[in-house]
């Protein structure tokens, strides 16, 4: 409850902060048009019933890719990337780092042993 709640707070505060300070980078991108969206909502006003292979490998592959990027640490050095004083060779020892941890972990998890 608290959570939604919260949730809810930061989404209403992100709508006002928006309106009221409209600098550069709170504005949206200038291609997202009423017109340009109501033709993508039409556009599946008709439904496809036969099997789109490409969707399915193409989610499959994406899904592949997210967990790659999860196991590797991307998420913790793409947090970090926008911060200053943080140059590549640090995200790099940040994801040795992880990596090293979660294979520890893994480890522990299946087979009940600490490295």
């Excluded at 980078?25 to 009423?34: G, I, K, L, R, V």
């Excluded at 913790?76 to 590549?88: C, E, Q, Y």
Aim: hydrophobic fraction near 55%.
């Amino acid at each position: 409850m608290i959570m939604s709640v919260w949730y809810m707070s930061l989404l209403f505060f992100g709508y006002f902060i928006g309106t009221i300070f409209t600098t550069a980078s709170f504005n949206t991108n200038p291609h997202y048009t009423y017109a340009a969206l109501s033709t993508i909502a039409n556009s599946f006003s008709s439904l496809n019933q036969g099997i789109n292979t490409s969707l399915i490998f193409g989610d499959f592959i994406a899904g592949l890719t997210v967990m790659k990027g999860l196991f590797l640490g991307a998420p913790i050095t793409d947090a970090l990337l926008g911060m200053p004083f943080v140059s590549t060779n640090i995200l790099l020892e940040i994801q040795i780092i992880y990596v090293v941890c979660e294979i520890a972990l893994w480890v522990y998890i299946i087979a009940n042993r600490s490295i």
